[in-house]
Antibody, heavy 119, light 107 residues
């Protein structure tokens, strides 16, 4: 059974760096073809893909946010970490992590974590 | 970037009726198109992948069709639990993109 869960701060100040952790079970990020991605959703708005990391450490970023994002994995801990620098109130959103396999969509999602950016 | 456009933004349907949702890609995504359902306060749930393959556990009343740039999600007979927001997503290339969503509401 695949599960994912996001953790991190619920409130960050403008200009601060956000660090979110996705802890998962039921699969290994060392298995060929497996990836974990981050997606966010501002309140009342649509989904936006942010970043992906694959079993071979290949990393992909949304071009519009690439300069602010870093995604890493710790295979031994079954964790994926996303950092986003220079946070702004427009970054207020629910942040999800999700599992995918190559050439398939996100099939398992975490419950999401709401991050509010405010001074 | 491939832009995904969903229509209509809101669809008002009576229980038991058929709902037809559209998704258009700005360039061909072959059959690499997924549909998700999202209810308030919940994470998206994968319904359809490969444009027409139902994900595990998805009822047969959900069906997907299309290829290239035009796609459709059909819910044959709406149940109360189907009122939600539906998103399409292309995964044809590494830059993944979602549509803006269609809200299916009770008429």
């Amino acid at each position: 059974q695949i599960t994912l869960k996001e953790s991190g701060p619920t409130l960050v100040k403008p200009t601060q760096t956000l660090t979110l952790t996705c802890t998962f079970s039921g699969f290994s990020l060392s298995t060929s073809g497996v990836g974990v991605g981050w997606i966010r959703q501002p309140p009342g708005k649509a989904l936006e893909w942010l970043a992906l990391i694959y079993w071979d450490d290949d990393k992909r970023y949304s071009p519009s946010l690439k300069s602010r994002l870093t995604i890493t994995k710790d295979t031994s801990k079954n964790q994926v970490v996303l950092t986003m620098t220079n946070m702004d109130p427009v970054d207020t959103a629910t942040y999800y992590c999700a599992h995918r396999r190559l050439e398939l969509p996100f099939d398992y999602w975490g419950q999401g974590t709401l991050v509010t950016v405010s001074s | 970037e491939i832009v995904m456009t969903q229509s209509p933004a809101t669809l008002s349907v009576s229980p038991g009726e058929r709902a037809t949702l559209s998704c258009r890609a700005s360039q061909s995504v072959s059959s690499n198109l997924a549909w998700y359902q999202q209810k308030p306060g919940q994470a998206p749930r994968l319904l359809i992948y490969g444009a027409s393959t139902r994900a595990t556990g998805i009822p047969a009343r959900f069906s997907g069709s299309g290829s290239g740039t035009e796609f459709t999600l059909t819910i044959s007979s709406l149940q109360s639990e189907d009122f939600a927001v539906y998103y399409c997503q292309q995964y044809n290339n590494w830059l993944l993109t979602f549509g803006g969503g269609t809200k299916v509401e009770i008429k």
